[in-house]
């Protein structure tokens, strides 16, 4: 509803945060006022972010999502090009559709344990990241979710098996699609010893410098 409005300061009424940025409802913040700022930290009460709540607040730098919120919703930061900065609560489980897409001056990714889904183009297009760390916890990577991550350097991960257990929706779900990418195991690289596997459409497929069908 408020959706590219940029000019858009604060909020009244019974919904309203304390700081008048905001509107949420039982937990769920549903819009935001964007004007002046260029970083925010959103108010403790909040337990889940809704569909394009910062999207194209193309001046923010920087946000800061409390400890308690559970869910990122789809288009959440969609083309937030200016953010830096946005640690991910150790209490988040999902990250929705199209989550992060475009924000390009994002330069590290760490994925908190116990997040189990990352969607559909979540960080797609964010070709500032050169570092993500994934968890165990993790248990699907959605369709082209690391797209275009031209500058990846280096996927963290700290259990194996966990990691070729992980149900990709598409060769470019797993961040190993970005060229010059390399896996490290508890800071071992392993990418040219390990059999790195994805999982697309039901077949196995596994990499030796080239994507290419496993037998």
């Keep these: 509803a408020f959706l590219a409005c940029p000019l858009l300061s604060t909020f009244s009424g019974k919904f309203s945060s304390a700081d008048g940025r905001c509107l949420i409802v039982d937990g769920h913040l549903f819009a935001f006022a964007p004007a002046g700022l260029t970083e925010y930290v959103i108010p403790n009460e909040v337990t889940s972010i ?25 288009r959440c930061f969609y083309s937030c090009k200016a953010m830096t900065s946005c640690p991910l609560p150790r209490s988040l489980t999902s990250i929705g559709i199209n989550a992060f897409t475009y924000c390009e001056n994002l330069v590290e990714l760490t994925v908190p344990d116990g ?25 699907e990577i959605g369709y082209n979710a690391f797209y275009g991550c031209s500058s990846l350097e280096s996927i963290h991960i700290t259990d194996y098996d966990a990691w070729n257990a992980i149900s990709f929706g598409s060769s470019a ?43």
Excluded: H
Excluded at 55 to 70: H, K, N, Q, R, Y
Excluded at 116 to 134: E, K, P, V
């Design 173 to 215: 779900a797993n961040p190993l699609c970005n060229i010059g990418a390399r896996l490290y195991l508890n800071g071992e690289d392993i990418t040219d010893t390990a059999p790195l596997k994805y999982r697309f459409m039901g077949d196995w497929y596994t990499t030796g410098g080239t994507w290419q069908l496993s037998t």
């Design 115 to 139: 997040l189990t889904l990352i969607d559909d183009y979540a960080f797609a297009a964010c070709s500032g990241i050169i570092s993500i760390t994934i968890p165990k916890s993790v248990k």
């Design 50 to 74: 809704g569909a394009s709540v910062f999207e194209s607040c193309s001046a923010l730098e920087s946000v800061t999502i409390p400890e308690g919120v559970v869910e990122i919703g789809d």
